[in-house]
C-alpha cells in the first residue's frame, strides 16, 4: 500500500527521508548522553527555581533508586499525576531509568477518572501532588498501592518553596484535607541516595509509557508505547525541525512548555526533544492562568521553540497586554491537539512575526504524524507532509486506497505508531489493517504533493481545547444520574475551544435543572468533558434497533 510517497521531493533540504534508530539501546540513552555532555547547561526553570542537567541526572537517578529499593517487578507501572513541575521530569526520568513504565496521568481527572486509570493499568506506585491527594483519597480503598510519593509545589525550590507551600495551602486553599498512608517526595530521594542504583537492561522493545487515550472510539485506553516508538518519533521531530534551527546562533535551545507534559504532544515535542537537544525547558504550571503565562513570557525573549494548542494561542493574542511580549528569538511556532484556526493563526503571526507550522498526531503514534515545516511562510490549513519513515494512506470504508483528493480515513505507518492497546487484544486488532497501518478515526484528503488536510472525523469523537471527549463516557455518567431517564451527547461548535460538549436529556419524571445536571457533572468529570449546552427533550432520534442517531441531533 502507498508504495509512492509524492511527499518526500517536498521535504526541506537536509531532511532525510528515512530515520535509524537500530544503533540505540533505549530511550534512556538519548537522556544519559545529555547528562554527561550538558552538566553545567541548564535543563529545568520553573517559579524561579532552576537546575542543572548534573543536577537532574543526579535527581532522577536517586528516584530511581527509591523504586528499585522497594522490589517492584520488571515492568511495574508507576502512575505520575502532576502538573509541569520539576518533580514531574524527576519521576518520569527516573521510573524509565529504574526500567519501569511510566503511567502518566491528567491532573485535571476526578476520582472515577482516575480509578479506571490505575486499575486498568495495574499501577503499584503513584507519584502525585499534594493538590489533588483528595482525588486518590476519594478512591484509595478501592484501589490499595504499593506506595503512594507525594509532593508539593514548593518541594524541590528550596527556600522559596517554603513560601510557595504556605501560600498554596494557607491563602489559596489549593491543598485539601487528605489522610493516606504515603512517603513525601524528598524523603525517597534521600532513601534513593542511600542505595546504590542497579543500572537494569532496557530494550527497544520493552514499554516506555502507557498513554491513556479513548483511542478512536469508547472508554479509555492505554496506548502502548515502547521505548522504540517514543525514540523514533523523538529523531524525527528533530530531524524535521533541523532547518529552521541549522542558521540560528544559539549556544542553547529554549523550550516553552505550556502544554501539559503528561499529555503525549508536550511530553515528546517537548520534555524528551528539548532533553534529546540539550536544551532549557521553562515550565509553565498553569497555563490557564493567561497572566501569570504572559509575564512568563515577558522574562523570556530567549523562548525559541513554542509548542501550543489552538485554544492557548487564541487566548493569548486576545490579551491587550501579549502587545508588550517581545519574543526575537522565536524560532518555531508548532501547533498541534486541535485544528488551528486561520484567524488566530494569522494574528499570531502578525504580532510575533512567526507562523504556526500546524501539525497532526495521536497518543497511538507517540504522537507526531505530520507537520508542516518550520520553513513554512504562513498559515496553509493543512497539517503538512508525513514525517520521515512514514507512511500515510487514505483508505475507505473496505480498507481500499482512494485516489489524491478523495476524503477518506488516514491511517498511519511507521515507527512511531503503538504496540497496541494494553490488555485490549481485540480493540488493537479492529483498529490495525492486515499490514500494519493504524486507523485513525480522522477523515482526511491528501493532494497531489502529498500535503495533508484534516476534513472530519469518523466517528463521534470531540474535541474540546484540543482533549478527546468520547460521547459513550459521558452518556454513561449523566444516564446515572437519577431523574435522567435517557440521553446523548454530541460536539458543538465554539468559536474559541473548537468544540463544546452539548447534551440532550429526556426526564424521568422528577423535577430536573440545566443547573441541577451541570452540578452533578462537576462532581464526575474533569472540566473539558463537562458539558456546556443542556437541551432537555420528549423523545431522542433512533435507528430500527434502537441506537440513538446521534447524526440527526447535530441537525436540529
Not at 193 to 200: D, N
Not at 277 to 291: F, H, Q
Not at 334 to 346: E, H, N, P, R, S
Not at 352 to 362: D, V
Request: glycine share 8%; proline share 6%.
Amino acid at each position: 500500500m502507498n508504495s509512492k510517497k509524492p511527499w518526500l521531493k517536498h521535504y526541506p533540504d537536509g531532511v532525510p527521508h528515512e530515520i535509524d534508530i537500530a544503533h540505540h539501546t533505549s530511550l534512556v540513552e538519548i537522556f544519559e548522553y545529555s547528562f554527561q555532555r550538558y552538566p553545567n547547561h541548564l535543563v529545568l526553570e520553573s517559579m524561579g527555581k532552576t537546575l542543572t542537567y548534573r543536577e537532574l541526572d543526579r535527581l532522577s537517578k536517586n528516584f530511581a533508586s527509591y523504586l528499585q529499593f522497594l522490589g517492584l517487578e520488571p515492568g511495574t507501572r508507576v502512575a505520575i499525576m502532576f502538573p509541569n513541575v520539576m518533580e514531574y521530569l524527576v519521576a518520569m526520568l527516573g521510573t524509565l531509568r529504574a526500567g519501569f513504565v511510566v503511567v502518566n496521568v491528567n491532573p485535571l481527572y476526578k476520582s472515577r477518572e482516575l480509578e479506571h486509570q490505575l486499575k486498568d493499568s495495574g499501577a503499584q506506585v503513584l507519584v502525585i501532588l499534594e493538590n489533588f491527594c483528595h482525588i486518590y483519597q476519594q478512591i484509595a480503598k478501592q484501589v490499595p498501592l504499593n506506595k503512594v510519593i507525594v509532593s508539593s509545589l514548593g518541594e524541590l525550590l528550596g527556600l522559596k518553596g517554603l513560601l510557595i507551600n504556605f501560600v498554596a495551602r494557607n491563602v489559596k486553599k489549593l491543598v485539601p484535607q487528605w489522610d493516606f498512608s504515603s512517603i513525601r517526595f524528598k524523603e525517597a530521594l534521600r532513601l534513593g541516595s542511600a542505595h546504590s542504583f542497579s543500572k537494569p537492561r532496557i530494550g527497544l522493545n520493552d514499554i516506555a509509557f502507557l498513554q491513556y487515550t479513548g483511542g478512536t472510539t469508547g472508554v479509555s485506553k492505554g496506548a502502548i508505547l515502547l521505548h522504540r516508538n517514543i525514540l523514533a518519533n523523538v529523531i524525527q521531530i528533530e530531524a524535521w525541525l533541523e532547518p529552521g534551527l541549522k542558521h540560528a546562533k544559539l549556544e542553547q535551545l529554549v523550550f516553552l512548555c505550556a502544554l501539559p507534559l503528561t499529555h503525549i504532544f508536550a511530553l515528546t515535542a517537548c520534555a524528551l526533544l528539548g532533553i534529546r537537544k540539550g536544551g532549557l525547558l521553562i515550565l509553565v504550571p498553569n497555563p490557564r492562568d493567561i497572566s501569570g503565562f504572559i509575564k512568563i513570557l515577558m522574562t523570556h525573549p530567549n523562548i525559541n521553540i513554542f509548542p501550543g494548542v489552538n485554544t492557548l494561542f487564541h487566548a493569548l493574542i486576545h490579551r491587550p497586554e501579549f502587545l508588550k511580549v517581545k519574543l526575537p528569538n522565536l524560532l518555531v511556532t508548532i501547533g498541534g491537539g486541535m485544528a488551528v484556526q486561520k484567524k488566530t493563526a494569522d494574528l499570531w503571526q502578525k504580532l510575533t512575526g512567526i507562523p504556526i507550522a500546524q501539525g497532526y498526531g495521536l497518543s497511538e503514534t507517540s504522537p507526531v504524524v505530520c507537520v508542516n515545516s518550520p520553513l513554512v511562510e504562513g498559515f496553509n490549513g493543512s497539517i503538512g507532509l508525513p514525517m520521515p519513515s512514514t507512511e500515510i494512506a487514505i483508505l475507505d470504508d473496505d480498507g481500499i486506497e482512494l485516489p489524491k483528493g478523495t476524503p477518506g480515513e488516514i491511517c498511519i505507518k511507521g515507527p512511531q505508531v503503538m504496540a497496541g492497546y494494553w490488555n485490549q487484544a481485540e480493540e488493537t486488532k479492529r483498529f490495525m489493517t492486515t499490514d500494519g497501518f493504524f486507523k485513525s478515526g480522522d477523515i482526511g484528503v491528501m493532494d497531489d504533493d502529498g500535503f495533508i488536510t484534516i476534513v472530519d472525523r469518523k466517528k463521534d469523537m470531540i474535541v474540546v481545547a484540543g482533549f478527546k471527549v468520547f460521547p459513550n463516557e459521558i452518556e454513561e455518567v449523566i444516564s446515572q444520574m437519577p431523574g435522567v431517564r435517557e440521553c446523548a451527547v454530541i460536539g458543538s461548535p465554539h468559536r474559541k475551544l473548537g468544540e463544546i460538549v452539548k447534551a440532550y436529556i429526556i426526564k424521568d419524571g422528577i423535577h430536573l435543572t440545566e443547573a441541577h445536571v451541570i452540578q452533578y457533572c462537576k462532581e464526575q468529570m474533569t472540566s473539558y468533558k463537562r458539558p456546556r449546552k443542556i437541551i432537555f427533550v420528549h423523545d431522542l432520534p433512533k435507528s430500527n434497533v434502537g441506537k440513538i442517531l446521534r447524526r440527526e441531533l447535530r441537525g436540529l
